[in-house]
Structures are given as C-alpha cells and as structure tokens.
C-alpha cells in the first residue's frame, strides 16, 4: 500500500516562480492537510480539506492556495514564492469525524529552497 | 504562550536506558493525546494514542496523560539504537472542527 505519496521530494526554486507541490492518497480518506516543518516551529497546519469539494484555512496560510477536486489529491500552491516559504512540506490525510480524534497519515515530504 | 509546549532536546542517552519524553499544554479542553516518532528525512509516524488520564502501555512504551498537571508524557523502557528519532507530540479537542497541534518535538538518539 502506497499510502500517501508526495512530488517532487525535492525542489530548489528562484524566488517569485510559481509552483505546485503535488500529494496523492490511496486510503480514501476523506480529510487531507498541508504543513510546514521548521527548524524550532515544529509542524504548523497552512490548509486542510475536510472533504471533497471543501477546503480551510489553517495557521500560516498566507501565499499559499490548495484545490481539492477529488478525494485522492490535494496539491498545494506557491503563486509567488519567498524565501521564507522555504521549507519541509508535509501532505497527511485522516479519516476525519466531527466531534472525533484526529489520527493523520503522513506523506515523506517534499523539502523546498525558495533563493 | 503555545498551547503545546515540548523541550527540544537534543536528548542522548545510551542504549538500555530508560527516556522520559515530555510536553505540557494550555487548553484544558484538549481531550486526545497522541505521539508521533519521525526518523531523519522522513514524514512523522503515528506510535501511541489515548484519550484518557492514566497509562497506556505498548510494548516498550508507556504513554502518560495527567490532564489535572496538564502534562503528557512517553517513557521508552529498553530504549535501542533503531529509536533514535524525534518524538512529537499531538493535541486535540474533540469539539468541532479543531485540528491537532503539535508539539515542537524532541530529537533523541540513542548511543550504543
């Protein structure tokens, strides 16, 4: 089982490009989420998809923009990257309840240098 | 003040000995507890969770949850090379629509 999968692992990008981080599940999870690790931050949420169709804001949202079209994919987008933005990118995906815990599926990140 | 606070470490300890791994948090209404383990280069993994005050024991970790002291910990008994990581801890409430925080976590390496 592939589980979460996550492209590229990699990416060193000149700042002001765009650019897309791609994140594939094959759990059929119906949550999907976006974070950011940094060195004495730790994991901080930028957006999250409760299902389908639906998407939110998280705690560092800002320069970034997701779509959720369907329940497998959850890209994540850098309109105009910064060097702040760079970064470890984490994809994760649970099988969400309201009113329930949590428990989240982490992809291998993708690990990005905006110069 | 973060709402989950956790030392960063580094922690060494040699191999055998027992590691006490700690977070405390703010907001009495978090109610799930979990710890991740995340190696080098890796995505964090899910290793224990409880929601409930007490001990929850799985083979050589032990998840200890004192919602009066607000104070969780994971004690990792035998501790061996392969644990060398850095463990994470995550809190949620279990009202809506909250998400888990995380701690910052702790890297640990065990020496043999």
């Known amino acids: 089982t592939a589980g979460i999968t996550q492209a590229p692992t990699s990416q060193i990008l000149a700042a002001g490009r765009s650019m ?3 994140c594939t599940q ?9 974070y ?5 931050l730790g994991l901080r949420l930028i957006h999250y998809s409760n299902t389908a169709g639906t998407t939110g804001k998280g705690e560092v949202p800002d320069g970034y923009s997701v779509s959720r079209a369907n329940t497998d994919d959850f890209p994540l987008t850098l309109a105009s990257a910064v060097p ?26 993708t690990r990005l240098t905006v110069l | 003040q973060k709402e989950v606070e956790q030392d960063p470490g580094p922690l060494s300890v040699p191999e055998g000995a027992i590691v006490s791994l700690n977070c405390t948090y ?7 507890f979990m710890w ?21 024991e799985d083979g050589r970790f ?4 004192d919602k009066s002291s607000k104070y969780i910990s994971l004690f990792i008994r035998d501790s061996q090379p392969s644990d060398s ?18 701690g910052t976590g702790t890297r640990l390496t065990i020496i043999p």
């Open chain 1, 36 to 40: 950011r690790q940094d060195l004495g």
């Open chain 1, 20 to 22: 897309t981080l791609r």
């Open chain 2, 62 to 65: 032990t998840a200890q949850v």
């Open chain 2, 85 to 102: 990581a850095t463990y994470l801890c995550a809190i949620i409430s279990n009202f809506g629509n909250e998400k888990l925080t995380f």
């Open chain 1, 84 to 109: 702040s933005q760079t970064s470890v990118y984490f994809c994760a995906s649970s099988d969400y309840v309201t009113g329930g815990a949590d428990t989240q599926y982490f992809g291998p990140g």
């Open chain 1, 26 to 34: 094959d759990m059929r999870h119906n949550a999907m989420y976006w």
């Open chain 2, 36 to 56: 991740y383990r995340q190696y080098s280069r890796k995505g964090p993994e899910l290793l224990m969770y409880t929601y409930s005050s007490g001990n929850k």
């Open chain 2, 26 to 32: 703010s907001n009495s209404a978090f109610q799930y």
